[in-house]
């Protein structure tokens, strides 16, 4: 697949012109597009095989932006788009106007994201999930696609849309792909472009914050699996000293009581990342953090203690007049000596 074959159309009507082959695989994004959403087409690609049809969407919407955002710096660079997209597998590119998305203005009837879309980068950015469910709603019955790909990097965002073609019935697969990073470590965004070279340093700590509650998580993880092998007993605690995993379980006698997670667990994973964001505030040029949280996905509230299954640890904050997002899915298993 090479840029020229890819076509470029700007109304629907051109869109459902195309004879249509096999398995239509949608990735939706705002342009300015990179490698991040080159590996979203390449997974399209696969998904849709030779017989099926990657179409990507590049449209700016302004239902997303609130007072004071970056609407109109926005970077617009439709021709090399066009270029990536074909050079990753897209057959065709659905850039429309706004008057070919919204006919008749700002839309008067929009998708509500509810109590989940107020947590975390709704209660940051009021109205972005309504404006974003909005646009993804009328993208999907404008593009009608069998399945449509969607990052992991904006993880309350996929949640949301889960749970809207859930909700309301669409009909349409919804496939996650993992975030893509810089070899560094940083979550690829078309917003890491603002960044100087010493904002870009700062802006490491996102990434870094993730890896160590990872780590963190990693340790008590393999810990409780180790004492699972060991009776509730005294011995027990004996058992989890002679491993020297004092870091991981400070009070060795609560950890093999099958106690609460002292010392571990979702405290614990969210104090490594902190401290990493701490010394990041502390940086020229300082990193603002606007939350550190480890939520249940199913509704983005907060994990608590006794918290089991998958959970994702996230992060937002500003570097300069940045704002960048990142997380990473994490498991907890269940505590030692608890029901199954």
């Not at 066009?82 to 706004?98: E, R």
């Not at 009328?138 to 992991?152: E, I, N, S, V």
């Not at 914050?209 to 011995?235: I, M, N, S, Y």
């Amino acid at each position: 697949m090479t840029a020229a074959a890819t076509v470029l159309l700007s109304t629907a009507a051109e869109l459902h012109a195309r004879e249509r082959r096999g398995r239509r695989a949608l990735v939706m994004t705002m342009g300015a597009l990179h490698e991040g959403h080159a590996t979203l087409i390449r997974a399209a690609r696969e998904l849709a095989g030779p017989d099926g049809e990657v179409v990507v969407t590049v449209f700016v919407n302004p239902l997303q932006f609130g007072a004071g955002e970056d609407l109109d710096r926005y970077p617009r660079t439709l021709d090399a788009d066009l270029a990536l997209a074909g050079q990753a597998g897209a057959d065709a590119v659905f850039a429309p106007s706004a008057d070919e998305v919204y006919p008749g203005g700002e839309p008067q009837v929009r998708i509500s994201a509810g109590p989940m879309g107020e947590r975390l980068e709704g209660a940051s950015r009021p109205g972005h999930f309504d404006g974003m469910l909005t646009v993804v709603a009328k993208m999907l019955h404008l593009t009608r696609p069998d399945a449509a790909l969607f990052g992991q990097k904006d993880a309350q965002q996929l949640a949301l849309i889960r749970r809207m073609v859930r909700d309301l019935n669409f009909g349409i697969e919804i496939v996650a792909v993992p975030t893509a990073r810089e070899a560094d470590g940083l979550a690829l965004s078309s917003r890491n472009r603002y960044l100087s070279a010493a904002e870009r340093r700062t802006a490491l700590a996102l990434s870094a914050a993730l890896f160590a509650g990872r780590d963190r998580h990693a340790a008590q993880e393999a810990l409780r699996a180790r004492a699972r092998e060991v009776p509730a007993t005294q011995a027990r605690a004996d058992a989890l000293g002679r491993l020297g995993e004092s870091r991981a379980a400070a009070d060795t006698h609560a950890v093999a009581q099958a106690a609460p997670r002292t010392g571990g667990g979702p405290a614990a994973v969210r104090a490594a990342a902190r401290a990493v964001l701490d010394d990041a505030a502390r940086a020229t040029p300082p990193l603002l953090l606007d939350y550190l949280a480890l939520v249940d996905p199913a509704d983005f509230t907060e994990a608590g203690e006794d918290f089991t299954g998958e959970a994702v640890l996230a992060v937002a904050a500003r570097v300069g007049t940045t704002r960048l997002i990142d997380n990473l899915p994490l498991t907890f298993a269940t505590t030692p000596g608890a029901a199954v």
